[in-house]
T-cell receptor, first 115, second 113 residues
Framework: GDSVTQTEGQVTVSESKSLIINCTYS????????LFWYVRYPGEGLQLLLK?????QKGSSRGFEATYNKETTSFHLQKASVQESDSAVYYC????????????FGKGTQLIIQP | EAAVTQSPRNKVAVTGGKVTLSCNQT?????MYWYRQDTGHGLRLIHYSYGAGSTEKGDIPDGYKASRPSQENFSLILELATPSQTSVYFC????????????FGPGTRLLVL
């Protein structure tokens, strides 16, 4: 089946420093999946941060970027300068367009920003 | 703006009791989903639905039932709640016309004593 592995547990970054959260995926399908980053802010539900449906393309939103790399099967999330408001839990996910419309999530990474 | 609401937002139940979690979406999406989120596990799919009258088992369906009486509503039912079902539950809606993006509700925090 499909699986997503991302940086586990907590990541602590000082405000204005750079961030990378690693995400790699594995799929048994011959088709390339759509890749997503979702974010959950405290007290809220998950919301889409960015998505990329074409291998080799980059998605960006709110200063975050992720590039779909089919060679390394990776979709790392990066930000050049984090802010305190970025504190949240981040989830990497994939879906097969030809499948049952089911998202496969990583376990989530809690980002803590130190002032 | 996509809208998914859940009720209740918080629930305390007793072991062996029946619990119903409700979800409503105004996005007119065909698909709806129920997940639970636990530390160390991320989000796990319990049940999902392709439309009114349909329910499908997800990855962890044991101990849960689902009901989709209409396009807008999708319920998760715990007939005999157990402490292991203490968790945060999220409902979501989405479909291929929306590019497979799922829109999530705010979550329901369930404590089974």
């Amino acid at each position: 089946g499909d699986s997503v592995t991302q940086t586990e547990g907590q990541v602590t970054v000082s405000e204005s420093k750079s961030l990378i959260i690693n995400c790699t995926y594995s799929t048994t399908s011959i088709a390339y999946p759509n890749l997503f980053w979702y974010v959950r802010y405290p007290g809220e539900g998950l919301q889409l941060l960015l998505k990329v449906i074409t291998a080799g393309q980059k998605g960006s939103s709110r200063g975050f970027e992720a590039t779909y790399n089919k060679e390394t099967t990776s979709f790392h999330l990066q930000k050049a300068s984090v802010q305190e408001s970025d504190s949240a839990v981040y989830y990497c996910a994939l879906v097969h367009t030809g499948g049952a419309d089911r998202l496969t999530f990583g376990k989530g990474t809690q980002l803590i920003i130190q002032p | 703006e996509a809208a998914v609401t859940q009720s209740p937002r918080n629930k305390v139940a007793v072991t062996g009791g029946k619990v119903t979690l409700s979800c409503n979406q105004t996005n007119n999406h065909n698909n709806m989903y129920w997940y639970r989120q636990d530390t160390g596990h991320g989000l796990r799919l319990i049940h999902y639905s392709y439309g009114a009258g349909s329910t499908e088992k997800g990855d962890i369906p044991d101990g849960y039932k689902a009901s989709r009486p209409s396009q807008e509503n999708f319920s998760l039912i715990l007939e005999l709640a157990t402490p292991s079902q203490t968790s945060v539950y999220f409902c979501a809606s989405g479909d291929r016309l929306g590019g497979d993006t799922q829109y999530f509700g705010p979550g329901t925090r369930l404590l089974v004593l």
